[in-house]
């Protein structure tokens, strides 16, 4: 199908955006806050206003001027006239039909009319004044350089005077904003600490909590940034505390009903009630898991370790299937029990959610889990992890709790590690774990020493 053509027969595009918006969009980045918009407006107005307080000046003390000289010729021109009169010579300001007298007031005294006009006589600015003499126009020149020369002035000094009270009125607009923009950056940085996760986090603006200071919008909302941080603390706290104690109220029962369970007759009905068991326990102890972890009281026991064999003791303790790829060793500080948890964590949710084959990779500190199903859900990569969110993605299997992955990013947390989810492009769910290399291992590995690499490439890729 043809494009549509304007009028002057050129292509347009519907998906093609206006020059003017090309303009806008390369602007810098600065130019749309506050502070440069304000000190715009400032300068925008006291320019307006400038310009027209002088031009008003200018034609006020212009017409001033001139009223004055026209008067003034006027009344030299009657002294002409009876000097004119008298036969008398006439002075050099005076003369009939002088050059350089304006046509217009030469048309106007040939119709027997007197009048003046501002002109020039060699060059110079004249103020002209005529009047009929027996048939010819007898003129006046007065001199009005003088007068120019003081408006002239007068221009430079509303010229200069305005830039000065620009200049002085757009600093002190710009430190008056300059407040208010620090107040507002203040307020986004708090609130950006919030949304990572620093509930802690306040504002506290002396306006908002002091009764003496008034109150402004800056203000106001700083006070309601605050309050929904202690709103949501409060309701965080609260969940945290509700998962902590019913933890820990179903662990006894759960003790005793897992030591009941064991002396029933040996049959199918007890495997089923131990295993619903043994599922209520795993449950009970990741949750009180999630909240020390969310209390912040797990401290980590690090320790100098070699990251291949541990990724593969990792494997082993959940009694799955996963390839364990060492491409390059290295030395890695962490808690031994606490990486082993999140690896095999994140080896369990490959195997429960996604599809084999799964591989574990060891390439330096980096530490890849993938499996080969559909990916991970659209809501985990945007939000991470969460607790209890059991909808699974397109084409991943369901049924958990949501507790494992929480589980491994906040033991990822405690290590100082980095852990991240995303998907494959040719299919597939990628976590990735960075480890903290060891200082021995950094200063050989910033050597240059090869010998980490050979022994991987020596093994080759293993399975338990």
């Not at 797990?298 to 291949?308: F, P, S, T």
């Not at 998907?423 to 903290?436: C, F, I, Q, S, Y």
Request: charge should be neutral; charged fraction near 25%.
């Amino acid at each position: 199908m043809p494009l549509p053509r304007s009028p002057a027969g050129r292509t347009v595009s519907a998906g093609t955006p206006r020059a003017g918006t090309h303009r806008w969009r390369r602007l810098p980045s600065w130019t749309a806050t506050l502070r440069w918009k304000a000190a715009l407006f400032i300068m925008v107005m006291c320019c307006f206003l400038a310009a027209v307080l002088g031009v008003l000046v200018h034609v006020l003390v212009s017409r001033q001027s001139e009223e004055q000289a026209r008067n003034a010729a006027l009344d030299r021109l009657e002294s002409v006239v009876e000097t004119y009169v008298a036969g008398e010579p006439l002075s050099r300001d005076a003369g009939l039909d002088p050059p350089g007298l304006p046509s217009a007031l030469r048309d106007m005294a040939r119709r027997g009319e007197r009048g003046t006009q501002l002109g020039e006589r060699d060059g110079r600015p004249t103020m002209w004044a005529v009047t009929p003499a027996d048939g010819r126009v007898l003129a006046v020149g007065q001199d009005y350089s003088q007068r120019a020369v003081v408006i002239s002035g007068l221009d430079q000094a509303i010229i200069g005077s305005s830039a000065v009270a620009i200049t002085l009125t757009l600093i002190v607009g710009i430190y008056a904003t300059r407040s208010v923009t620090r107040r507002l950056h203040r307020t986004a940085q708090v609130a950006r600490r919030i949304s990572d996760g620093d509930l802690d986090a306040r504002v506290d603006d002396p306006r908002a909590q002091c009764p003496g200071y008034a109150r402004d919008e800056t203000a106001a909302v700083a006070a309601a940034l605050d309050a929904m941080a202690a709103s949501l603390q409060s309701k965080l706290h609260s969940e945290q505390r509700f998962t902590a104690d019913v933890a820990h109220e179903l662990r006894t029962p759960l003790t005793g009903l897992h030591a009941a369970a064991e002396l029933l007759p040996a049959g199918r009905p007890t495997e089923m009630v131990q295993e619903r068991v043994q599922a209520m326990r795993r449950l009970t102890e990741d949750l009180l898991e999630i909240s020390r972890l969310d209390a912040e009281v797990e401290r980590a026991d690090l320790d100098v370790h070699r990251l291949g064999p541990l990724a593969e003791r990792a494997v082993r303790a959940t009694g799955l299937t996963a390839e364990v790829r060492v491409v390059r060793d290295c030395r890695v500080e962490t808690d031994q029990r606490r990486l082993e948890r999140v690896l095999g964590n994140l080896v369990a949710n490959a195997h429960k959610h996604g599809r084999p084959p799964v591989v574990l990779t060891v390439d330096g500190p980096v530490v890849t889990v993938r499996d080969h199903g559909d990916g991970y859900p659209d809501e985990l990569l945007a939000e991470g992890p969460q607790r209890f969110r059991t909808q699974p993605g397109k084409g991943r299997k369901g049924g958990g709790h949501g507790l494992g992955l929480t589980i491994a990013v906040g033991q990822a947390r405690v290590l100082g590690t980095t852990l991240r989810f995303s998907n494959a492009p040719d299919g597939g769910a990628v976590a990735e774990l960075t480890v903290r290399r060891a200082d021995t291992d950094r200063r050989s590995a910033t050597e240059g020493s090869p010998s980490e690499e050979a022994e991987a490439k020596e093994e080759g890729p293993r399975e338990p």
